[in-house]
């Protein structure tokens, strides 16, 4: 009768956390690269445009709150989270906009300020008044 002996157990243990360890690599090598490819987007379609931020909240996307065609292209997983999103007048147009945790948290109300957008994306304030 073959039995398992506390060697045996272990040295299955370590190959399986090993897999594990590579499979969690190539996950971050192809996340690495989707960031890159989301950077260099941002960058080249990166524009100065001055707004006026009528509110800011933090809350999960819907239909109601974004446009129905960027609603339906999110994943998924985004579609779960809450987002930073900023109602803004950009020119004649009130919009839903969103950005990341920094620039958020600096972002005043009821206020007028340059910022560099990407699509729907604020990026960085360049100025406010």
């Known amino acids: 009768m073959n039995s398992w002996n506390t060697s045996d157990t272990i040295l299955v243990i370590m190959v399986i956390v090993a897999l594990i360890f590579v499979g969690l690599y190539f996950l971050n090598k192809r996340g690495v690269k989707r960031m890159v490819q989301a950077q260099d987007f941002i960058d080249m379609n990166r524009m100065t445009v001055p707004i006026f931020v009528i509110g800011k909240r933090?809350?999960?996307p819907?239909?109601?709150?974004l446009p129905k065609a960027v609603f339906e292209q999110m994943p998924k997983t985004a579609k779960m989270r809450k987002t930073n999103l900023v109602r803004a007048k950009v020119g004649p147009q009130i919009v839903t906009l969103m950005c990341d945790n920094n620039v958020?948290?600096?972002?005043?109300v009821k206020k007028n300020v340059k910022v560099d957008l990407a699509g729907m994306y604020i990026v960085s304030i360049t100025g406010m008044n």
């Open 58 to 60: 933090k809350e999960k």
């Open 62 to 65: 819907s239909a109601n709150n």
């Open 104 to 108: 958020y948290d600096v972002l005043p």
